[in-house]
Structure formats: C-alpha cells, structure tokens
C-alpha cells in the first residue's frame, strides 16, 4: 500500500475538484479518500453547515429547506473561494447544484459528476441515514430526485466517474486516471 499522498503520482490539478450527484453514491467518501490520495485538503461542505447549525435533520426541521439550501450556497462561495488559491477537493450535498449561483461558481472548477443507479445506494438509503429529504419512502423518493436532477449534474459534469461497481479505493483511482487524460 503506497503511503497516503502518495497514490496520485504527482498529480496536481489545475483547479479545486468538486464531486456532485444524488445522494449516497459516495461523493463524501470517494472525496475524502480522492484529497487524501492527492495529499489535499478536503470539504465536505455538509459537513461544515453541521459543524456551525446542528444536523441536517435538525435543520430541516427546525428552519426549513429553504434556510438550508441558502446557508449551503454561502458555505459552497466560501469554501471555493478559499481555494483559488490552492486547489482542494469539495464534496457538495446532493441538492447542492440546484442553486443558480452555485452552478455559475462551479464554472472555475473541475466538476466530477459520480454516476450510479438505484441498485447501487438502495441498501445504504434504507439503512437510514439522516437524509431528510429521504424520510419516507426513501426508495421512491430517491428515484425521483435522482431523474430530475440528472439532467443538471449532467450539463455541469467536466468529468464522470461511473460508481456502480467499485470500492472507494479502486474508484478514486480510476478517478485520478480519469482526471489525468481531462
Ligand atoms: N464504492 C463504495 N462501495 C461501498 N460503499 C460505499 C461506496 N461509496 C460510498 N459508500 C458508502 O455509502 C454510504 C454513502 O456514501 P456517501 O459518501 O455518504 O454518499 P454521498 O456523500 O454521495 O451522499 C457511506 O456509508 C459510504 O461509506
Ligand atoms: O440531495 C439533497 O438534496 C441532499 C443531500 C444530502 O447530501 P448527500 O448528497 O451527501 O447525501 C444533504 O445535503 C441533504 O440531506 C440534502
Ligand atoms: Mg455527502
């Protein structure tokens, strides 16, 4: 096992990385691991919307989507403005994109769209995982967002990563392949 940083063979993208698409396909692991292997930092923008505001759970309930999905398009400026600079790798939520705003940003990034089907995240989504939006009937709930927001995460993809098969491991590096020939 090569030591951590060391698995990108030198590879140093010319802009901050940003991983998209439906819940649970693995854009906050694969992101993870992707920033680790190209000893980079890592954002997981949902992550710090916890970090300030309490659970996403908690959030919904309390102040609703909307108060959400603003103080995710602040903490999403922030983070990618922070990395101008130096490049880091981003995870969005998945509804992250649907901001206007967000998706003009995203146009100095490299966007990585991770691309799954159904039968790739039904087990982690009936396994319960504090998504509110997949609250009930997370199943149905999920193909149906899945196929409206496909278009987007299609239209803003520089590169897609097919996540269907694959440990986190063997993805991140196809993904660095990937990012290589981009
Ligand atoms: N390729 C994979 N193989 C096995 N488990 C995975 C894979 N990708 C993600 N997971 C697991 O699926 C769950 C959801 O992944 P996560 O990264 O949180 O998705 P997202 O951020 O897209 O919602 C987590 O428990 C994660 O460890
Ligand atoms: O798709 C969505 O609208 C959401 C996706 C979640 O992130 P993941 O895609 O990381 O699960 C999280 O931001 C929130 O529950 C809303
Ligand atoms: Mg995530």
Do not use: C
């Not at 916890?50 to 995710?72: D, L, P």
């Amino acid at each position: 096992m090569p030591a951590r940083g060391t698995q990108g063979g030198g590879f140093v993208p010319p802009r901050t990385l940003v991983l998209i698409g439906p819940m649970a396909v693995g854009k906050s692991a694969i992101g993870q691991e992707l920033a680790k292997s190209l000893a980079l930092e890592f954002v997981d923008t949902d992550q710090k919307i916890v970090q300030k505001y309490g659970s996403i759970a908690e959030i919904f309930a309390g102040r609703g989507e909307n108060f959400f999905r603003r103080i995710e398009a602040k903490v999403i400026a922030d983070a990618l403005a922070a990395g101008t600079h130096r490049p880091v790798v981003m995870s969005l939520g998945g509804g992250a994109v649907l901001d206007a705003g967000t998706a003009q940003l995203l146009a100095d990034a490299t966007v990585i769209h991770l691309d799954a089907d159904l039968e790739t995240v039904r087990g982690r989504i009936l396994r319960g995982s504090g998504r509110p939006l997949l609250a009930e009937d997370p199943v149905e709930r999920w193909r149906q967002l899945a196929l409206a927001r496909g278009p987007v995460y299609r239209a803003l993809a520089d590169v897609t990563l097919d996540v269907r098969t694959g440990t986190v491991d063997v993805l991140v590096r196809e993904l660095i392949a990937l990012l290589r020939q981009s």
